[in-house]
């Protein structure tokens, strides 16, 4: 497909593509979120059907595969996705971010080939693990460790909180290569490609968690985890900027991810308010109902603004992290206000599993943590205002 300048011919294809993703989604992803929510199960055939359909390489440049598509139409076809399953979506949006830009920006000719195009094509899922059990925020304390042995890497060490550990085909691993315990900091932090079927990778048990059920989540342990020198990506130390690089892009997918599920909310809301009658009357006719709903209704917009601003920026080449961070910031706080105000708007059927906002609430918390909570998103704009100065 390809970027292209043409404003009619953008229009079209972000047309198709968004058309597609949301049709996609009705048919095949929609009918079976709740039970894949009461269930835990990672529907990894849908995922495979995504990758044919071209929605694992949205962002991938066509020379490796990918439909290379504008930031801001991968945004809208995520959209859709996450407001049909916000789990299918952060599998989707997780591949398509960190994995890919690292792959684009920093693999060389015979890693792009071999792992990149695969990706693109949708043959290989990919994931990321940065964090780690006492380094979560504080990422760059992480102590997992890799040592050269000649021709070869040895990774050992535990990471915490990794989307699609067990399920992927390879991870992207952030792991220390500067000599145990000279603890830099960020510095001496490098990035591997490891396929999950290397001797040594063990992914743990699904995380039990509170929403986003059917993705997978889990702990990996590296145990001695022997890799060929040629799986280091890029320059050995960068690892962290790598991962920063791709968190610009990863925290816009967030952001969209959480437009999706408040925006699916309020549609929800909208009609239990046309139906739901009190006092003779239905409940959107209430003028507290009324405003509440625009409240809702603006705050989305808003968010959505955002998003597709910093996306747009993006596609112009220019720096983007304190506007990704803004966009997740606000886009993720808005999700867990909206769903929690459609909660409240159902009354004690939204406190029901049988009702749908139930589940979009228990999804919308995780937005304001994962990709950087929401405290390191204000550290991050704030920063980004007085590098300005």
């Known amino acids: 497909m390809g970027i292209t300048t043409d404003p009619t011919a953008v229009a079209d294809l972000r047309r198709q593509v968004v058309d597609l993703a949301r049709d996609f989604g009705a048919r095949h992803i929609e009918p079976h979120a709740a039970a894949w929510d009461r269930s835990a199960e990672f529907p990894r055939a849908v995922l495979d059907e995504l990758g044919k359909l071209g929605f694992l390489g949205m962002v991938t440049p066509e020379e490796h595969d990918g439909q290379e598509l504008d930031h801001v139409t991968y945004l809208m076809a995520l959209e859709e996705l996450a407001a049909a399953d916000a789990s299918v979506a952060i ?16 693999g060389t000719a015979a890693q792009q080939s071999r792992w990149l195009k695969p990706m693109a094509r949708g043959e290989l899922l990919a994931g990321f693990a940065l964090s780690e059990p006492e380094a979560g925020s504080d990422a760059a304390s992480l102590t997992a460790q890799a040592v050269r042995d000649g021709e070869h890497w040895v990774l050992s060490g535990a990471k915490a909180w990794a989307t699609n550990a067990g399920k992927a085909d390879l991870m992207m691993i952030m792991v220390r290569t500067d000599a145990p315990g000279a603890r830099r900091g960020a510095k001496g932090i490098s990035t591997f490609v490891v396929p999950t079927d290397t001797p040594g990778y063990r992914a743990g048990k699904p995380e039990d968690k509170m929403g986003l059920r059917a993705s997978d989540t889990r702990a990996i342990t590296l145990d001695g985890v022997r890799l060929p020198a040629e799986h280091l990506l890029g320059e050995e130390g960068m690892g962290f900027v790598y991962a920063m690089e791709g968190l610009d892009v990863g925290r816009l997918g967030v952001a969209a991810q959480a437009v999706a599920i408040a925006r699916r909310a309020l549609e929800h809301a909208m009609r239990y308010c046309a139906e739901r009658r009190q006092f003779e009357k239905p409940l959107k006719d209430f003028e507290a109902v009324q405003f509440k709903l625009a409240d809702m209704a ?8 955002l998003t597709h601003d910093a996306a747009a920026a993006k596609d112009r080449g220019e720096r983007v992290t304190e506007r990704a961070a803004m966009a997740k ?3 993720s706080e808005t999700a867990m206000w909206v769903t929690t105000q459609a909660v409240q708007l159902f009354g004690g059927y939204g406190y029901m599993r049988d009702f749908p906002v139930e589940k979009l609430f228990r999804d919308a918390k995780v937005t304001e943590i994962y ?19």
């Open 91 to 106: 599998s989707v949006a997780i591949h398509n971010a960190i994995p890919t830009t690292m792959l684009v920006r920093h």
């Open 298 to 305: 603006t705050r989305i917009a808003a968010a959505r603004a």
């Open 329 to 331: 910031l606000i886009a």
């Open 371 to 389: 990709e950087g909570t929401s405290e390191v998103q204000r550290i991050v704009v704030a920063r980004g205002l007085y590098s300005q100065d």
